[in-house]
């Protein structure tokens, strides 16, 4: 068992360039995340997804894009790579929508450098 | 959204409890208060979570205070390995299990 896998788990971009990140989950959860940490601080959502097809944004949203077309699969896209997203990036997933087994699980990270 | 505050960072001594203070005045009735730690270069992994009543699991013990506006993570015997950072999160009932994550407690454990 898995649980949440991220694919690369490095990255260097150059400003301009696009790429896809990956997150893949085992657990048939609902509900799954993205998160970035830049240093010092704590985590911050990007975009969520409460189901198959569905998404919607969290707090900082602006120069990501994200897909669900599968439920094991989360992508988090960057159109167009800016120092600013320089940062690791955390998926995480949850059973949703029972309270009692919302456990957040997290992939153990992807750290994307833009030069 | 409910916001939480937490001290930056804690020392311990190994083999020592540990208790790590975190405050959430506005709470709301509905809010879960969730404690997730952060191993160095890892994902975020869960430790505890509770509503009203303390709790107790095998990792470690949630103290929540009667009008809920407080809560401490109980670490009973520090290890080595339980440095890392120290969110306390408070979960709205809004459904969607959106989570905000403050700075944390940087927690160091001294041999």
């Known amino acids: 068992n898995a649980g949440v896998t991220q694919t690369p788990k490095f990255r260097v971009l150059k400003t301009g360039q696009s790429m896809t990140l990956l997150c893949a989950q085992d657990m048939n959860h609902e509900y799954m995340y993205w998160y970035r940490q830049d240093p010092g601080m704590g985590l911050r959502l990007i975009h969520y997804s409460v189901g198959e097809g569905t998404t919607a944004k969290g707090e900082v949203p602006d120069g990501y894009n994200v897909s669900r077309l599968k439920k094991q699969n989360f992508l988090l896209g960057l159109e167009s790579a800016a120092p600013s997203q320089t940062s690791v990036y955390f998926c995480a997933s949850t059973f949703g929508p029972f309270i009692a087994k919302n456990i957040q699980y997290f992939g153990a990270g992807t750290r994307l450098s833009v030069l | 959204d409910a916001k939480t505050t937490q001290p930056n960072s804690m020392e311990s001594n190994e083999e020592e409890p540990v208790h790590l203070p975190c405050n959430h005045s506005t709470i709301s009735g509905t809010d879960y208060i969730h404690w997730y730690r952060q191993l160095p270069s890892q994902g975020p992994e869960y430790v505890i979570h509770?509503?009203?009543s303390n709790v107790n699991n095998r990792m470690a013990s949630l103290a929540i205070a009667e009008d809920r506006k407080s809560s401490t993570l109980i670490l009973h015997r520090a290890t080595l390995r339980d440095a890392a950072v120290y969110y306390c999160?408070?979960?709205?009932?809004?459904?969607?299990?959106?989570?905000?994550f403050g700075t944390g407690t940087r927690l160091k454990v001294l041999a």
């Open positions: 999160i408070l979960e709205p009932s809004s459904g969607t299990y959106k989570y905000i």
């Open positions: 509770g509503l009203t």
